[in-house]
């Protein structure tokens, strides 16, 4: 079994940055893929970035494209989300996820084996 632990979120200031930590243990699997996911009070859980095992495919959500960031540190176990310029519409709680493996990308949530428990992110105007 795979647990992720998200971490980093809080409560900012539009404008703000935050950068959120997704650490992965347990048993793991060849050449997952991992993501990040919100989901808002009475919405869809939304896609938000994703990331190649490799670390050299990346996709983002065209909503936070130009402003958050996907990485990963593999020798930690670790993938960040780091979001710059936060709006009070990026209020939500964030996930990540990760596959079991595989040459994709997953855009939608059942593509993904494994999530993490969540962590709030709230933006004041």
């Known amino acids: 079994q795979v647990q992720l632990v998200e971490s980093g979120g809080g409560l900012v200031q539009a404008g703000d940055s935050l950068r959120l930590s997704c650490t992965a243990s347990?048993?793991?699997?060849?050449?997952?893929?991992m993501g990040w996911f919100r989901q808002a009070p009475g919405k869809e859980r939304d896609f938000l970035a994703g990331?190649?095992?490799?670390?050299?495919?990346?996709y983002y959500a065209e909503s936070v494209k130009g402003r958050f960031t996907i990485s990963k540190d593999d020798a930690e176990n670790t993938v960040y989300l780091q979001m710059n310029s936060l709006k009070p519409e990026d209020t939500a709680v964030y996930y990540c996820?990760?596959?079991?493996?595989?040459?994709?990308?997953?855009?939608?949530?059942?593509?993904?084996?494994?999530w993490g428990q969540g962590t709030q992110v709230t933006v004041s105007s």
């Open positions: 347990g048993r793991t699997f060849n050449n997952p893929s």
């Open positions: 996820a990760a596959t079991r493996g595989g040459p994709l990308i997953p855009v939608q949530a059942r593509g993904y084996d494994y």
């Open positions: 990331i190649w095992w490799s670390g050299m495919s990346r």
